[in-house]
């Protein structure tokens, strides 16, 4: 049935790891990771948990298909109560790590209290012990991770970990493994770092045993495997130009948020896109990215490998700057690229690969720098305050913001905070780009409409990744709609959530969903776990864990007046492109939405929806 039926509680207060049964009627009413590590979560933690307090817990967990031969089984998820937003808090990380801890036995691991010193979890199959990190206290990602294979004499141990930025308090730090994977969105790393647990450790020789029905799966897995090869997006595009394959497309549909989303188009997208990757510099006549990378099981291979090049003002006489790492991915080259009007490669490199060193989501931090140059040339913030000039375009005060956020330094401190927090500080909260606190993506809601109501109703905050309407919208997958009217996506949009709710649960990469439907999904786990699992199960499965996560929400104190967006998009008109004139269709979307979810006008679920959902 592919779970371990196992997972591990770890009280850090108390320094004690206990083995206890998978609750099975919650496996197979939630799926697993992200489902049912909230189901977990909810159901033991008070709503109005203050996030960096003992009493909030972090959760480590997979899917059913983690660790198995389904393709981008690799993924796992740490669920907790945001520090960012302070809502419900789900970031997905790929690579290795994932599928070591399933290997493992484990299905998941519950966090409980805070260690009175620094900590990391070191796991061996089914032994697990607390150990001092006193010594790694200070280090970054990069230096953690050799530091403990070194320390346990095992080159193949996975881990995941924080660096400085999780331990200095900075609210957007992620969670980082394998170097450069992530669980980066809402300040997972913060919680982690507020417990005093420095890292996670593990390594598994079980394997991932107990699928149902092993031919069928087989069947199935390879079935979707060729989907995903014969698909132009993720056969061609990701393995050639990864997620930066969008930078061009969604530049010159005007929908690429620029100064602050002060207009709609980049001048310097080419300079920065995937393309741009692939050149070779004037420099050193090499190009700027190596080669692809694929985490754990995957047949995309979208991950980015990236070289600066060494002349570069930014790791000159620096050479630990030198080597090959994560490249990259389209929404950090546009957080710290295009909302700060910055089209140097080599710097927005430079930035992704610190954020990856101590471990920082590029996205909330380069929307803050973009918030921050901004008020800087409003004269809200001046160089004194800032440290450097900081002028919309200029790398050098992206490079020097990104060493400082890193270490916790200086005016980093006040980037740390993210831009909800930083805006309402010096005067202009409606500078911040954000919903429920978390920091935009890379689409602008002018531009594709059915994502200003995505960002607007999603549970973390904005978010591209809980329902990706640009498939459909702009790709045209898996059916094409036009990007700049409101009709019909309401309905769009809770179908998208609803759908990437499984997807997010099954232990798979959400990149999936280019090429396959629920009707490549589902035979795999109907193969691997139980019979039960139908498509009308799964739709039912999904809309069972929006709407948990929204019910936390809502008696977190969120109401619908949060379900909102920035001034500017609801009244300053696109400048350029297709949506030139036009502003967010939100307000006629979102009643209709509440409809479709079957939730009251204010938001709120009904007994009717919580009784069909079995909530």
């Known amino acids: 049935m592919s779970w371990t039926g196992k997972i591990l509680r770890v009280n850090l207060t108390e320094g004690t790891c206990a083995a206890e049964p998978l609750n099975m009627q919650w496996a197979r009413e939630y ?14 933690v008070d709503p109005k948990v203050d996030p960096m307090s003992p009493e909030n817990k972090i959760i480590w967990a997979t899917g059913p298909l983690t660790g198995t031969m389904a393709s981008t089984g690799g993924r796992y998820s740490v669920i907790t109560k945001g520090a960012l937003t302070g809502a419900i808090a789900c970031s997905n990380s790929g690579g290795y790590f994932g599928a070591e801890l399933k290997m493992a036995g484990w299905d998941m691991i519950i966090f409980e209290g805070r260690s009175p010193t620094p900590v990391y979890l070191s796991i061996t ?6 150990l001092d990190a006193s010594w790694l206290w200070g280090k970054s990602v990069w230096d953690t991770e050799p530091a403990l294979r070194a320390r346990h004499q095992d080159p193949q141990i996975r881990i995941s970990s924080i660096g400085r930025a999780g331990e200095t308090g900075c609210l957007y ?8 994977r992530a669980a980066g969105r809402s300040g997972v790393g913060s919680v982690m770092g507020s417990k005093n647990l420095k890292a996670i450790a593990v390594r598994g020789t079980l394997g991932v045993g107990n699928i149902r029905d092993p031919l069928a799966f087989m069947q199935a897995t390879a079935a979707a495997k060729k989907v995903l090869a014969d698909n132009a997006v993720t056969g061609q595009g990701l393995p050639k130009f990864g997620t930066q394959v969008l930078m061009n497309v969604i ?5 690429m948020p620029t100064r602050n989303h002060r207009e709609v188009q980049f001048e310097g997208a080419k300079d920065i ?15 700027n990215l190596v080669t692809n990378q694929a985490c754990f099981g995957c047949t995309i291979a979208c991950g980015r490998i990236s070289k600066i090049d060494e002349t570069h003002y930014t790791v000159q006489n620096r050479p630990q700057y030198w080597g090959t790492s994560g490249g990259l991915e389209y929404e950090a080259a546009w957080a ?5 009007g910055v089209n140097d490669l080599e710097a927005l490199t430079y930035a992704n690969f610190l954020c990856n060193e101590d471990g920082m989501d590029p996205i909330s931090f380069g929307a803050t720098v ?9 004269g809200v913030l001046t160089k004194e305050q800032i440290g450097i000039e900081a002028n919309f375009g200029s790398a050098r005060a992206l490079t020097y913001l990104a060493e400082i956020t890193a270490r916790g330094e200086g005016f980093g401190r006040e980037i740390g905070m993210g831009s909800k927090r930083l805006t309402a500080k010096y005067g202009h909260p409606d500078l911040s780009m954000s919903v429920k606190g978390q920091e935009f993506p890379a689409y602008d809601a002018r531009g594709i409409q059915g994502m200003g109501l995505a960002y607007a109703t999603s549970n973390r905050g904005a978010c591209h990744l809980r329902g990706y309407t640009v498939a459909s919208e702009v790709l045209g997958i898996p059916v094409k709609t036009d990007p700049l009217v409101t009709d019909g996506k309401p309905e769009l949009v809770k179908a998208f959530q609803d759908a990437t709710a499984v997807f997010d649960s099954a232990g798979v990469c959400v990149f999936t969903t280019f090429a396959w439907t629920m009707a490549d999904l589902q035979p795999q786990l109907h193969a691997a776990c139980d019979e039960s699992f139908d498509m009308e199960n799964l739709a039912l499965i999904g809309e069972r864990i929006w709407n948990m996560e929204r019910d936390f929400n809502n008696r977190a104190g969120f109401t619908h007046k949060d379900d909102a967006l920035p001034k500017r998009l609801m009244t ?8 030139a004139g036009l502003v967010s269709g939100l307000d006629k979307m979102l009643p209709e939405y509440y409809a479709a979810r079957g939730w009251t006008q204010e938001g709120q679920l009904t007994e009717q929806t919580r009784s069909r959902l079995g909530l």
């Open 31 to 44: 799926l697993g990771q992200r489902g049912l590590a909230t189901k977990y979560f909810v159901s033991e």
């Open 125 to 130: 199959d089914d032994r697990a012990e607390l």
């Open 173 to 180: 730090a992620a969670v980082v493994n394998d170097l450069h």
């Open 251 to 255: 530049n010159e549909i005007g929908a």
């Open 273 to 287: 896109s995937g393309e741009a990757m692939h050149e070779p510099r004037a420099t050193d006549g090499k190009p």
């Open 336 to 340: 710290l690229g295009s909302a700060n």
């Open 370 to 378: 973009g918030a921050v140059m901004e008020l800087y040339e409003m």
């Open 572 to 579: 300053e008109p696109a400048k350029t492109g297709p949506a």
